[in-house]
């Protein structure tokens, strides 16, 4: 790539289209299986699970009982993991039990795109 002559990097237009098909006319609820419910509660239990345990990472390897047994540096490495494992357990893992249940992304092209970095990896649940 060529920055000097005014070449940039743009993302690819992209349409969703996956929640205006034919098969989404109606009503939506008539659709969800107990398949769909059970990964749609996995998805809030697993949230639940990663933001408590991150939190109580956090808490322990802080509080001042156990500060005087970690060093500072180490300590600050896995209060960042923590903190990055808490934020994606806040902002992107419960955005997946709606297309879990949905079998669609009813979210937009934008928060599409935000999740699957946030992710660093593809969704969860691809359709």
Not at 1 to 21: F, Q, R, W
Not at 34 to 43: K, S, Y
Not at 109 to 116: D, K, L
Request: charged residues 10%; contains cysteine.
């Amino acid at each position: 790539m060529d920055l000097k002559a005014g070449k940039h990097l743009v993302a690819p237009a992209i349409n969703n289209i996956s929640c205006t098909h034919n098969r989404f006319a109606g009503h939506f609820f008539h659709q969800i299986g107990p398949f769909d419910v059970l990964q749609a509660l996995f998805i809030v239990l697993l949230t639940f699970l990663v933001i408590s345990a991150n939190l109580m990472v956090i808490l322990v390897i802080n509080s001042r009982r156990y500060a005087a047994y970690i060093h500072p540096q180490p300590r600050y490495l896995l209060t960042s993991l923590a903190l990055n494992d808490l934020a994606i357990g806040l902002l992107i893992i419960p955005f997946s039990a709606l297309p879990a249940l949905l079998h669609c992304w009813p979210y937009g092209e934008i928060f599409c795109q935000i999740q699957v970095t946030g992710a660093g990896k593809a969704p969860l649940l691809s359709f």
